[in-house]
């Protein structure tokens, strides 16, 4: 049973930065995509950052510049560091897994079958 975990969320203030880890358990596929998504209350889940094995990566037009995501051990483990964060990006934000390779990273939800519980992340003004 495939299993993924996020930490390092909280509180800070505009401007500041925080660093979000994801750590998968049985994920056995070869060529994993992984991505971050992130839901505001009243909102629809958004997927922001998306990586794949060949670590190509894409990015939603709210976040690019700010933010970045990577995979520091592949299959295992999947980071995304949030800079200049902005009390619009206050959200649950969820790490996402799908066992199907794509050369250029989806970011729509339907792709993805493997999910975290998700991790709060509050931006203050």
């Known amino acids: 049973q495939v299993q993924l975990e996020e930490s390092g969320g909280g509180s800070v203030q505009a401007g500041g930065s925080l660093k979000l880890s994801c750590v998968t358990s049985?994920?056995?596929?070869?060529?994993?995509?992984m991505a971050w998504f992130r839901q505001a209350p009243g909102k629809e889940r958004e997927g922001i950052a998306a990586?794949?094995?060949?670590?190509?990566?894409s990015y939603a037009d709210s976040i690019k510049g700010r933010f970045s995501i990577s995979q520091p051990i592949a299959k295992k483990t999947l980071t995304l560091q949030m800079n200049n964060l902005k009390p619009e990006d206050t959200a649950v934000y969820y790490c996402?897994?799908?066992?199907?390779?794509?050369?250029?990273?989806?970011?729509?939800?339907?792709?993805?079958?493997?999910w975290g519980q998700g991790i709060q992340v509050t931006v203050s003004s």
């Open positions: 049985n994920l056995t596929a070869s060529w994993p995509v």
């Open positions: 990586i794949n094995s060949w670590k190509t990566t």
């Open positions: 996402a897994a799908t066992p199907d390779y794509y050369s250029h990273p989806p970011r729509s939800a339907n792709y993805y079958g493997y």
